[in-house]
């Protein structure tokens, strides 16, 4: 996989500082790691400012939580040591482990490239939905906007990146990682692409309920501590019916059905015990 497959392409910018950005535009397009970019013809495209040159960190850890620059590869975020009191610490691994591709993919693939693609199934979308992640913007005017994740995914394919506009980072807040989480995700196939993912957190704030790759776009469900099967089962229903997710890896009902199933499993299994 290479710019030399995308036959339309003349040029690759390595950006090294922020100005290489003011290159983006209808017909150049930011490369991180590629995995889709060089999966399939890009006629538009006439040049790629690869973002992978501008030397973010992977990650930064402080007081606040975690910060991903959108360059950092999954595959980094799967086997990162966190601090021992955030116990929401295997759900990093759990997503990532959600995402079915060979390992020349998983290894190449970004956290930003993931978030951008916003396949239902985007497994960091499932991830920062989950734990109240946002992701900041680098806008072209040299300013910066962030949004929460389940802004920023506004559907199948679609965000809520304007023209010029890059994915910096994906900030995740200490609180959320401090939580207990549960996660459960269900496929067609042993080997396929995410149907349902439903992941749980239970904070002192509340229980927190993430629904992706069911739904075209994150829906996360709120109450003040675990719901009742009743009410559990009137949120999902309540999902507006124009989100369920309907193609080759799943049909809406499918979909609809199994996550209340999964939803279940998740409030059961943080029902014990105490919030974080
Ligand atoms: C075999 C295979 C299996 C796959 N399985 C899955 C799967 O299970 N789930 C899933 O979600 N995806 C899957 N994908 C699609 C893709 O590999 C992933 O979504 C991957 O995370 C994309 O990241 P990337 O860094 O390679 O992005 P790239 O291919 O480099 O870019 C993807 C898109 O995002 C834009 N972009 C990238 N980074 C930024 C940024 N920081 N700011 C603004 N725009 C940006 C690019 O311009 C491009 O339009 C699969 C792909 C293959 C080939």
Known sequence: MSALDLHTVERVVVARTRADLAE?????????????????????????????????PDVEVSHDGLTVAATCPVAVLAGLELPAGWAARPLLAQCCAAFLAPPKVQRSATV???????YPAGPMISLAAALDGSVCLWCPD???????????????????????EVV??????????????AFRKIALSP?????????????????HLAVSAATVRPVVLRWPAPPGPDLLAS??????????????????????????????????????????
Do not use: K, Y
């Open 24 to 56: 983006l535009g209808p017909d150049t397009a930011p490369l991180a790691g590629g995995t889709w970019l060089f999966s399939e013809p890009q006629d538009h495209l006439r040049a790629l400012v690869d973002l992978t040159g501008l030397g973010w």
């Open 142 to 164: 040299g300013g910066e906007r962030r949004l929460p994740v389940t802004e920023f995914v506004l559907g199948d394919t679609r965000t809520a990146l304007r023209a010029g």
């Open 112 to 118: 930003g490239g993931n978030l951008c693609m916003a």
């Open 168 to 181: 910096r980072s994906l900030a995740l807040p200490a609180a959320a990682l401090a939580a207990r989480t």
């Open 191 to 207: 080997l396929g692409r995410s149907g349902a993912v439903v992941i749980g957190r239970r904070d002192a704030d509340g229980f």
């Open 235 to 276: 949120a999902v229903d309540g999902i507006d019916p124009d989100l369920w997710h309907d193609d080759a890896h799943g049909a809406a009902d499918w979909r609809r059905a199994v996550t209340g199933v999964l939803a279940r499993e998740v409030v059961a299994e943080l029902s014990g015990g105490t919030a974080a």
